[in-house]
């Protein structure tokens, strides 16, 4: 079977729950392209994710109601993978968990390819950006604070996981 | 996320998306995406199957590298010998948020809207 077309479904379902107008998905024409020069032994690995971590035993994002701007954050790299969860509601839950952290937030994959030298290192921080309303807010606010701490932690190439 | 990956991209940073919306991230457009024909929530592999992860965060980091021009692969793993998922979801039967999930966003999305008319996003 074919994969799921997620554009579609999304439209018929919200227009089956009496939502008039559907969601524009972000479209573009063109397609920035930056190619790797460097040999990726010597990169250091930034790493962005879509789920909505926290560190257990501190309230995580979803706590905050408060928070409509739901701005980018960032946790260390070097918190046990153990240690963070999510509660993030936006994912298949009839067929998936998101207890393995590991199937979301590669952490211990991509210091497993650092040890064997196939990277330099992972970055010290990780990013979270929210499932923003708004397109404008992630482009103009969440994505440049993104690579605003990437320069600043020397991040040579970055790996996004759409949750 | 895609949004994310095309200004790091512009801004001169190779970026590899790993994601299982493939029409989302497709219609958006990114530089390289490693696509996996999952139920939405594990993008980098099935919760404990470590070889699988390894695998394919393996493969992104290989499109790192090897691409030339914008790019998708698919990883070679099937979610299971029922894709019945594929037909379930987004319906009425498995609804993508439970009503406390969808009260908080549509709270959120209003509270948002309250920022955005007094110019606070």
Not at chain 1, 56 to 84: F, H, I, M, Q, S
Not at chain 2, 48 to 67: F, H, K
Request: aromatic share 10%; proline share 7%.
């Amino acid at each position: 079977m074919d994969h799921v077309r997620y554009i579609d479904k999304t439209r018929e379902y919200y227009a089956g729950e009496g939502y008039a107008r559907p969601y524009r998905w972000a479209h573009f024409d063109d397609i920035p392209f930056t190619r790797l020069t460097r040999p990726l032994a010597g990169c250091r690995v930034g790493l962005v994710t879509s789920s909505e971590m926290a560190v257990l035993g501190e309230p995580g994002p979803w706590d905050d109601e408060a928070d409509a701007a739901r701005d980018v954050y960032a946790l260390p790299t070097a918190t046990p993978t153990g240690k963070l969860y999510t509660k993030k509601e936006a994912f298949d839950r009839y067929e998936t968990t998101l207890d393995d952290v590991e199937s979301y937030l590669p952490i211990t994959r991509l210091r497993e390819h650092a040890n064997q030298g196939r990277i330099r290192d992972v970055a010290p921080r990780f990013q979270v950006v929210h499932s923003q309303y708004s397109q404008r807010k992630t482009m103009t606010v969440d994505a440049p604070e993104v690579l605003r701490q990437m320069q600043e932690d020397g991040v040579d190439v970055a790996v996004l996981t759409a949750v | 996320m895609a949004l994310a990956a095309r200004h790091l991209e512009a801004s001169g940073i190779p970026t590899v998306v790993l994601g299982c919306a493939r029409d989302i991230v497709e219609h958006c457009g990114v530089a390289r995406f490693v696509f996996s024909d999952f139920p939405l929530g594990n993008p980098t592999g099935k919760p404990w199957d470590v070889p699988m992860q390894r695998a394919i965060v393996g493969l992104g980091l290989e499109l790192l590298e090897s691409a030339r021009a914008p790019v998708t692969v698919t990883t070679p793993y099937r979610w299971g010998p029922d894709e019945s998922w594929k037909v379930k979801c987004f319906t009425k039967e498995r609804p993508f948020l439970n009503v406390d999930g969808t009260e908080k966003w549509l709270r959120r999305k209003e509270a948002y809207r309250g920022l955005k008319s007094e110019g606070r996003v």
